[in-house]
């Protein structure tokens, strides 16, 4: 088929800090697209596709295998978080602040993951 990989993207008024924070705090490998513009090399991905009532979206979430502890380990580095996991049915989740006003979800799914 030809396609090798997914690229996401984030918008921020602060991309320099929310770079920091993958390269500092997740410690994600990247390379220098050029000017400090870093590209990070994510973990295994899945998309799902949800039915909308006629709006268009995308979100981007991390998945991990236990919420309590990956939010424990990501507070001692900085991250703060919107407030304790909470039950959504398909998992345990929360959200990442990060700079700029970006929020990403976390979760511990409840559903099998194809990664």
């Known amino acids: 088929m030809g396609i090798i990989g997914t690229h996401n993207l984030l ?3 602060e ?5 920091a924070v993958f390269r500092d705090v997740l410690g994600y490998e990247h390379v220098n697209a050029g ?3 870093l590209i990070f090399k994510l973990p295994p991905a899945e998309v799902g596709v949800h039915p909308s009532d006629g709006d268009t979206s ?3 979430s991390f998945i991990c295998d236990e919420i309590t ?3 424990a380990e990501l507070g001692a ?4 978080f919107t407030g304790p996991p909470e039950d959504h049915g398909y998992g345990l989740v929360t959200y990442m602040k990060l700079p700029g006003g970006l ?4 979760y511990e799914p409840r559903h099998p993951t194809a990664i």
């Open 77 to 80: 580095k900085g991250i703060e």
């Open 103 to 106: 929020q990403i979800q976390l």
């Open 11 to 13: 918008y921020s008024p």
């Open 69 to 71: 502890s990956t939010m």
């Open 35 to 37: 000017e400090g513009w």
């Open 15 to 19: 991309p320099d800090a929310v770079r």
């Open 58 to 60: 995308h979100a981007m």
